[in-house]
Structures are given as structure tokens and as C-alpha cells.
């Protein structure tokens, strides 16, 4: 299936269950329509724009992946602002029904996802010393791990009474931001330079079920710990934590690569028989 239909398909799943959400009454049925159906064809949407953008793009590639991930900071910017002026003028069940209009319109966005014409395949020489360069290259950059140890630094700085002002507390959840943008931006680059491009959607895929999964597990149990402790400290410790210790196992990639997957030596003996009678 071609990304565009996919696309397609996931901007009429989204709005299609946006519209089905003002109708319901019961709160079970609100997480399987809105959590997981919407869910699920806004990631249908998300997940074709975010690795065609890789595609598309050789020399420009990084820029590319960055403007693309941009997106999602510019809706979180604007939508909660919109959002709370429709729901003033129409209710929430009026917001609902913009929204899924708006969600609609993916639907001509998603057609504009023209497939890449098809390379003529080449016979590809592969060896172990390039894949090793390959990924040293690649996963021994400093940067993203820093940008994730950084991001979570900055999550467990937000107990603190000296940061607990509205604009302390702004300026780390935009420094929150643009760590977390960036990883995103990153993570397309590094998927097609480990796996290559033929294996951008799968290993892209991948990456965000891993996300997606997270996310889920996640707000429950910060929720739990608020419950349970009667604070919210815990959670930004326990949230800024987890996010260092990726940061940190990110570092553990290029030794294992140094030791784990160094090329080994192979010596092959050849015997040549020559008869000499004639």
C-alpha cells in the first residue's frame, strides 16, 4: 500500500471518529473511538508525511526532516489557544465537529503525497567493516544524546520552588520542546543512514510504536504517583530520570559496536594442484 492511500485512509479514520465523539455517553466508549481510532489515523497521517519527507530530499535531507517535525510544535502552539476560543463560542461538541472539519482537509494535504519514481535497482557490494562505519558514523554523535540528557534534566529541575513561576516554567517546557523536536528531527536521519531508504517506513514505524507505547504507559502513572504521594514531584523526577538513562544507554551503541561487531579477520588457504606433464 502506497503511502498516499494510507494517508488517505488514516485522515478518514480521524474524522470519521471526531465526528462520532460529540454522540457518545460513555466515557469506555470515548477511549476506544477518540483514544484509539483517532489516535490511530492521526498516526496514519503523521507517520507518510514524516518518512517521505526523508525520501524526498538527499541533499537537503536533515533540513527537510526538521521542517516536517516543526509541524507538531507550531499545532501545539496554536490548537490549545484555538481550541479554548471555539469551545467559549461553540462548546466543546461544536469544537469537536471544527475539528474534525479541519482533520478532513489531511485528506487533500495527503493526495499531494506523490509516490517517489522507482530507481533502477544496482548490485550493492555489503561488508561488515561498512556497516560498522556506517553506525559509528552515525549513533556516535554526540548531539542527540546530549539533547536527550539535557531534556531530562530540565523535566527534573521543575519541582523546585525557584522554578515554580509561570515564566521559569514556560521557558523550560519551550527549552522541553525544542530538545524533544530535535531527537524528532534527528530520528529520520539516523534511520535512513542505519537502515537505508528502502527500510525508512518499517524502521520509522517502529520508533514511534516504541513512542506510542510510552506514551501510553506513561500518564497513567504519573497520575498514580500523584494519587499515591499527594504530590507531583515525583513525577517529574521519575520522568526527567527515565529520559537521562535513554540519554545514557545512547552511549552504549558505539561500544557495542567497537567491541561487539568488530570485523574479524578471516584467513583462507588456497592449495593450487599444477601438472606439469605434458
Not at 72 to 98: C, E, R
Not at 122 to 146: F, G, M, W
Not at 152 to 172: A, D, T
Not at 209 to 221: K, M, T
Given at each position: 500500500?502506497?503511502?498516499?492511500r494510507?494517508?488517505?485512509?488514516?485522515?478518514?479514520?480521524?474524522?470519521?471518529?471526531?465526528?462520532?465523539?460529540?454522540?457518545l455517553?460513555?466515557?469506555?466508549?470515548?477511549?476506544?473511538?477518540y483514544?484509539?481510532?483517532?489516535?490511530?489515523?492521526?498516526?496514519?497521517?503523521?507517520?507518510?508525511?514524516?518518512?517521505l519527507?526523508?525520501?524526498?530530499?538527499?541533499?537537503?535531507?536533515?533540513?527537510?526532516?526538521?521542517?516536517?517535525a516543526?509541524?507538531s510544535?507550531?499545532?501545539?502552539?496554536?490548537?490549545?489557544?484555538?481550541?479554548?476560543?471555539?469551545?467559549?463560542?461553540?462548546?466543546?461538541?461544536?469544537?469537536?465537529?471544527?475539528?474534525?472539519g479541519?482533520?478532513?482537509h489531511?485528506?487533500?494535504?495527503?493526495?499531494?503525497?506523490?509516490?517517489?519514481?522507482?530507481?533502477?535497482?544496482?548490485?550493492e557490494?555489503?561488508?561488515?567493516?561498512?556497516i560498522?562505519?556506517?553506525?559509528?558514523?552515525?549513533?556516535?554523535n554526540p548531539?542527540?544524546?546530549?539533547?536527550?540528557?539535557n531534556?531530562?534534566?530540565?523535566l527534573?529541575?521543575l519541582p523546585f520552588?525557584?522554578?515554580q513561576?509561570?515564566?521559569i516554567?514556560?521557558?523550560?517546557?519551550?527549552?522541553?520542546?525544542?530538545?524533544?523536536?530535535?531527537?524528532?528531527?534527528l530520528?529520520v536521519i539516523?534511520?535512513v543512514?542505519l537502515?537505508?531508504e528502502?527500510?525508512?517506513?518499517?524502521?520509522?514505524?517502529?520508533?514511534?510504536?516504541?513512542n506510542?507505547?510510552?506514551?501510553?504507559?506513561?500518564?497513567?502513572l504519573?497520575?498514580?504517583?500523584?494519587?499515591?504521594?499527594?504530590?507531583?514531584?515525583?513525577?517529574?523526577?521519575?520522568?526527567?530520570?527515565?529520559i537521562?538513562?535513554?540519554?545514557?544507554?545512547?552511549?552504549?551503541?558505539?561500544?557495542?559496536?567497537?567491541?561487539?561487531?568488530?570485523?574479524?579477520?578471516i584467513t583462507?588457504?588456497?592449495?593450487?594442484?599444477?601438472?606439469?606433464?605434458?
Amino acid at each position: 500500500m502506497s503511502y498516499r492511500r494510507v494517508a488517505v485512509i488514516g485522515s478518514l479514520l480521524s474524522t470519521t471518529s471526531l465526528l462520532y465523539v460529540p454522540f457518545l455517553d460513555n466515557i469506555i466508549y470515548l477511549y476506544i473511538i477518540y483514544g484509539i481510532f483517532t489516535g490511530l489515523g492521526f498516526a496514519m497521517v503523521y507517520l507518510p508525511s514524516s518518512v517521505l519527507a526523508g525520501l524526498y530530499f538527499n541533499k537537503h535531507r536533515s533540513l527537510a526532516a526538521g521542517v516536517a517535525a516543526s509541524g507538531s510544535g507550531v499545532g501545539a502552539v496554536v490548537f490549545p489557544l484555538s481550541v479554548h476560543s471555539l469551545i467559549q463560542y461553540y462548546g466543546w461538541k461544536g469544537s469537536v465537529f471544527i475539528l474534525a472539519g479541519l482533520s478532513l482537509h489531511c485528506i487533500v494535504f495527503s493526495a499531494l503525497l506523490f509516490p517517489l519514481a522507482e530507481k533502477p535497482d544496482r548490485k550493492e557490494q555489503k561488508s561488515v567493516l561498512a556497516i560498522i562505519n556506517i553506525l559509528d558514523k552515525q549513533t556516535n554523535n554526540p548531539d542527540i544524546h546530549h539533547m536527550r540528557i539535557n531534556v531530562g534534566i530540565l523535566l527534573m529541575l521543575l519541582p523546585f520552588k525557584i522554578f515554580q513561576s509561570v515564566e521559569i516554567l514556560s521557558l523550560i517546557m519551550f527549552l522541553n520542546g525544542l530538545g524533544f523536536e530535535g531527537i524528532l528531527g534527528l530520528l529520520v536521519i539516523f534511520t535512513v543512514d542505519l537502515l537505508g531508504e528502502k527500510a525508512l517506513g518499517d524502521g520509522f514505524g517502529y520508533l514511534m510504536l516504541s513512542n506510542g507505547v510510552g506514551s501510553i504507559i506513561g500518564p497513567p502513572l504519573g497520575g498514580a504517583f500523584k494519587d499515591s504521594l499527594g504530590t507531583c514531584d515525583p513525577t517529574f523526577f521519575f520522568a526527567g530520570t527515565v529520559i537521562v538513562v535513554a540519554g545514557l544507554l545512547m552511549f552504549l551503541i558505539p561500544i557495542r559496536d567497537k567491541f561487539v561487531l568488530r570485523p574479524k579477520k578471516i584467513t583462507i588457504e588456497l592449495t593450487i594442484e599444477v601438472n606439469l606433464n605434458t
